[in-house]
C-alpha cells in the first residue's frame, strides 16, 4: 500500500493516517496524557504496537501503529470496557511512549529503596533515552549549539517543561526546546555519555563525554544539579579545532603585547592572568604557552578541566576525588624537569606557596586568579599566606582581562554620539568619549542571527611588577596604591582599552560599560 523504504517512521505514520482519516497522535500528545497501560499487560501493549490513554476531555484514546488491527482494537475495548477513538502513532514514539509511562506508573508504586520495581523504572529510562526520538533530539540541540558557537547549553526543568537556552559570545540566548522528548530522558541521555550514575537523581554529579557532531568531536564537561521538578544539567563545549592560538589575536595593545612576550623570556618568575569565570583566561594562558612550546622547552599543566589540548605539552587533570588537587600535581612537577609550569587556579594557600617557590628556583609559573583588577593580585597573593618578599621576587607580571561582544562587520551601523548621549548616560563622559565623536553599534542580520555580533575579543590591562610597583607589594598595602604606581609606570586600564576598541568601531558603549568598571 505504501512505499516507505525512502520515508522516515514519522513520515509513513502521516501516510498511514492519511489513508485512513484518522487522527495523528504525537509523542508528545502521548506523553502529557494520562497513560490507561494499568488495564493490559506490557508485553501486549509492546507486540501489538498500541498506547491506550484518555484526552483532556476524559475520552480513552488509542494510539496506533497499524490501524487495521481490528483485533488490537476489540481487545483494547474490552479492557478498558468502553469505546476508544482510534489515532495513528509511528512505531517508535509508542515504544517511548510505553517505556516513560510504564515506568512512571511502577515508579509511583514503588516503595522506598532500590527494589525490584526501581529497577525495572531505570530499565525503563535507560531504554527511553536510547529510543530514536530522545537521541534525534539530544543530537538536534548539541547541533544547534555547534550552529550558533555557543560555550555552554544549560538544560533547565520546569514546572512547564524544559528551558533550554545556550551561552553564545558570553550571554544566555533560549532557544526552542525540543517536544518530542521528555526532560527526564534528555538528562539520562546526557548522563550515559558523560558516564554519570543516572539511578543517583539527589545528588550532583560532574562527568566528561567526546561528542561527534557532523564531521568534528567536541569535548563537553557535565555538571547536573537537582531541583523540585527534575535534573538540571550545564554542557559545557570544548571544540577539539579551536583554531591557531596567536598573542595578536588576543587583542591586545602593542604595549601590552611586548610586555607579555618580555615577560615570557625570562627563564623563572610568575605570571598571573586575572578575571572572573567566562573572562577568556584559559584562553589567554594557552595561548602563551603555545608561544614558549618548542622543542628545547619542557612545560607541565594541571588543569580543571583541559579545555586546550596542546601537542608537545605535557597535561594533567585535576582529580580531587582520588587526591590529585592542583597542590598534590605541582609537588609532582617539580619532580619532572619542567621548564614552564601552568596551575590552571591558586585556589589556596598551599597551591600559592608552592607555586611561588617553584618560581623561585628556576621554573616560569603560569596561573590565574579570580580578582576583579591586576592590582588585586598581589594582596589576594599575600591573604593567601605567600610572604611579600617572596612575591616581590618571583611576580613579574600580572594581566587582567574581560571579553567584550564584536560588532558584526556586516550590519554595524555608525552614528555621532550627541550632547543629549552624554546627558542621558554620564559614564559615557567617564569613558573620555565626546559629543560629534563616531561610535558604531550593533543592529542584526542573518550572520549574526539578527544580534548584531559576532565573536568576542580581550580588552587587558598589565602590570609589570618591577620600579615603584614592586615596592608596593608588601603586607597591609591595598590595590589602589598598588594601581596608581603602575598607572605612573604607563599601565592601561581596560577601561580605556574598551574605550579604544568602541572608538575603533570593533564593540559598542553598551558592551564597554557592561563589563568593565569605571574607575
Known amino acids: ?180 522528548a521528555p526532560p527526564a530522558a534528555l538528562i539520562s541521555r546526557l548522563k550515559i555519555l558523560s558516564g554519570l550514575n543516572i539511578a543517583e537523581r539527589r545528588l550532583p554529579q560532574d562527568g566528561a563525554a567526546r561528542l561527534k557532531v557532523g564531521r568534528n568531536e567536541i569535548d563537553v564537561r557535565v555538571s547536573t544539579l537537582p531541583t523540585p521538578h527534575g535534573e538540571s ?76 589540548e596542546l601537542p608537545g605539552i605535557v597535561q594533567a587533570q585535576v582529580r580531587a576525588s582520588i587526591g590529585l588537587t592542583f597542590a598534590a600535581a605541582m609537588r609532582a612537577f617539580v619532580r619532572q624537569d619542567p621548564d614552564v609550569i601552568m596551575v590552571g587556579e591558586v585556589r589556596d594557600k598551599e597551591t600559592a606557596e608552592i607555586a611561588v617557590h617553584a618560581a623561585l628556583t628556576g621554573h616560569l609559573v603560569l596561573t590565574t586568579l579570580h580578582t576583579e583588577t591586576a592590582a588585586g593580585a598581589m594582596p589576594r597573593l599575600i591573604d593567601l599566606g605567600v610572604e611579600p618578599f617572596l612575591l616581590k621576587s618571583t611576580l613579574r607580571l600580572v594581566v587582567a582581562q574581560r571579553l567584550v561582544r564584536i560588532l558584526c562587520e556586516r550590519c554595524r551601523t555608525r552614528r555621532a554620539l550627541t550632547r543629549e548621549d552624554i546627558e542621558r548616560d554620564p559614564r559615557l563622559g567617564l569613558l573620555g568619549l565626546l ?30 611588577v618591577e620600579g615603584e610597583t614592586r615596592e608596593h607589594v608588601r603586607a597591609g598595602v591595598d590595590s589602589h596604591a598598588i594601581e596608581a604606581a603602575a598607572l605612573r609606570a604607563g599601565m592601561t586600564t581596560m577601561t580605556v582599552d574598551a574605550t579604544e576598541k568602541v572608538r575603533a568601531g570593533i564593540t559598542s558603549v553598551a558592551e564597554a560599560l557592561r563589563v568593565t568598571a569605571i574607575r
Do not use: W
Not at 92 to 111: P, R
Not at 435 to 457: D, I, N, T
Open 435 to 464: 559629543a560629534g565623536e563616531m561610535v558604531c553599534e550593533p543592529k542584526g542580520c542573518e550572520r549574526c542571527a539578527g544580534v548584531g555580533f559576532r565573536g568576542r575579543v580581550g580588552v587587558f590591562e598589565a602590570i609589570d
Open 233 to 308: 544539567a550545564v554542557i559545557r563545549l570544548l571544540p577539539r579545532d579551536r583554531g591557531l592560538l596567536e598573542v595578536p589575536k588576543l587583542g591586545m595593545r602593542a604595549r601590552d603585547e611586548r610586555r607579555i612576550r618580555r615577560a615570557l623570556e625570562f627563564p623563572n618568575g610568575m605570571i598571573v592572568i586575572t578575571g572572573p569565570t567566562g573572562s577568556g583566561k584559559t584562553t589567554t594562558l594557552a595561548t602563551l604557552l603555545s608561544a614558549l612550546n618548542t622543542p628545547a622547552v619542557k612545560i607541565l599543566t594541571i588543569e580543571d578541566p583541559i579545555e586546550y
Open 1 to 180: 500500500m505504501f512505499e516507505a523504504s525512502d520515508m522516515s517512521a514519522h513520515d509513513f505514520a502521516a501516510e498511514v493516517a492519511g489513508d485512513f482519516d484518522l487522527p495523528r497522535a504525537s509523542l508528545a500528545d502521548m506523553l502529557g496524557a494520562q497513560a490507561l497501560g494499568a488495564h493490559f499487560s506490557e508485553r501486549f501493549l509492546r507486540e501489538a504496537a498500541i498506547f491506550p490513554f484518555a484526552d483532556a476531555a476524559g475520552v480513552a484514546r488509542l494510539a496506533m501503529a497499524d490501524p487495521a488491527d481490528e483485533d488490537a482494537r476489540r481487545a483494547a475495548e474490552i479492557a478498558l470496557d468502553a469505546r476508544v477513538e482510534i489515532a495513528v502513532a509511528s512505531f517508535e514514539d509508542i515504544a517511548s511512549a510505553l517505556t516513560a509511562k510504564l515506568g512512571e506508573t511502577v515508579v509511583e508504586g514503588a516503595a522506598p529503596g532500590r527494589g525490584a520495581a526501581e529497577e525495572e523504572s531505570l530499565d525503563n529510562l535507560r531504554d527511553l533515552a536510547s529510543g530514536a526520538p530522545v537521541v534525534r533530539a539530544f543530537d538536534a540541540i548539541v547541533e544547534k549549539a555547534v550552529d550558533l558557537r555557543a560555550s555552554d547549553i544549560h538544560l533547565e526543568p520546569g514546572r512547564a517543561g524544559l528551558v533550554v537556552r545556550m551561552r553564545v559570545d558570553g550571554v544566555l540566548r533560549a532557544v526552542a526546546a525540543p517536544a518530542e
